[in-house]
């Protein structure tokens, strides 16, 4: 098949592959398109950058149906909790107060605080972003006197 592009878009994504402030994403998509063009195969591009041979060719078939604007336009919104910023200082703050064993009542207090509920990986998943960590507990032998 013939991979190639236009100089116009060719120099674009060039520029854009030397944007640092440039998403993982949208770089990878940039470079499968410039080393398809400059005469790498499919196989040699999967190789790589460690995608596999349908992702090239979606990544060359959406140019192609889109143009180089469109197929670029990223549309991706991250993740970004149940919980608002306010709601999450305040967990982080009871937590800084509170002691828990387990993220069972920790689901409980957030359930009847704010009104929302998580499954127990997405609370740890909150708490590790907000900056907490758990600790296995010790026993600590005790000394008679």
């Given at each position: 098949?013939?991979?190639?592009?236009?100089?116009?878009?060719?120099?674009?994504?060039?520029?854009?592959?030397?944007?640092?402030?440039?998403?993982?994403?949208?770089?990878?998509k940039?470079?499968?398109?410039?080393?398809?063009?400059?005469?790498?195969?499919?196989?040699?591009v999967?190789?790589?950058?460690?995608?596999?041979?349908?992702?090239?060719?979606?990544?060359?078939?959406?140019?192609?149906?889109k143009?180089?604007?469109?197929?670029?336009?990223?549309?991706?919104?991250?993740?970004?909790?149940?919980?608002?910023?306010?709601?999450?200082?305040?967990?982080?703050?009871?937590?800084?107060?509170?002691?828990?064993?387990?993220?069972?009542?920790?689901?409980?207090?957030?359930?009847?605080?704010?009104?929302?509920?998580?499954?127990?990986?997405?609370?740890?998943?909150?708490?590790?972003?907000?900056?907490?960590?758990?600790?296995?507990?010790?026993?600590?032998?005790?000394?008679?006197?």
């Amino acid at each position: 098949m013939d991979y190639q592009l236009s100089e116009q878009d060719y120099q674009k994504l060039r520029q854009l592959q030397k944007n640092t402030k440039l998403s993982r994403r949208r770089y990878r998509k940039v470079t499968v398109l410039v080393m398809l063009h400059q005469g790498f195969s499919v196989s040699m591009v999967q190789a790589a950058l460690g995608l596999d041979d349908n992702t090239v060719r979606r990544y060359w078939d959406g140019y192609q149906d889109k143009g180089i604007d469109t197929y670029l336009a990223d549309h991706y919104v991250p993740y970004t909790g149940k919980l608002i910023e306010e709601q999450e200082e305040g967990l982080a703050g009871h937590l800084d107060e509170n002691l828990y064993l387990d993220v069972k009542p920790i689901i409980a207090y957030v359930k009847e605080r704010y009104g929302v509920l998580y499954s127990e990986s997405g609370m740890r998943d909150l708490l590790h972003r907000i900056g907490f960590t758990y600790k296995q507990t010790k026993a600590v032998p005790v000394r008679f006197p």
